[in-house]
């Protein structure tokens, strides 16, 4: 089975800084993309950072020059780094992968940011 497994959450103050990842298995083809989402309560899940196998990348105006994506496609593994958080940064952070026409979620992670 095709499992994606988010890490990295926690409690942060403003400023600070933290390291998400996500690992996806049971994936016999290469994955197209990976990505990053995130929901605060009462709103809509948005689309945070993504990248595509080739190394290109995309981002939210919200999070340039503050948030990093990167994938480790030997590992099937992606990273946000986020730095300079703030406050209205937090949410529950959601992995996507994508392998040709089907997407695979993970289960969330919490990202506090107070102050």
């Known amino acids: 089975q095709i499992q994606v497994v988010e890490s990295g959450g926690g409690l942060v103050q403003s400023g600070g800084s933290l390291r998400l990842s996500c690992a996806a298995s049971?994936?016999?083809?290469?994955?197209?993309?990976m990505g990053w989402f995130r929901q605060a309560p009462g709103k809509q899940r948005k689309l945070v950072a993504d990248?595509?196998?080739?190394?290109?990348?995309n981002y939210a105006d919200s999070v340039k020059g503050r948030f990093t994506i990167s994938r480790d496609n030997a590992k099937n593994t992606v990273y946000l780094q986020m730095n300079d958080l703030k406050p209205e940064d937090t949410a529950v952070y959601y992995c996507c992968v994508d392998v040709h026409y089907n997407r695979y979620w993970g289960q969330g992670t919490q990202v506090t940011v107070s102050s």
């Open positions: 049971g994936i016999g083809a290469s994955i197209d993309s």
């Open positions: 990248i595509v196998s080739s190394g290109t990348t």
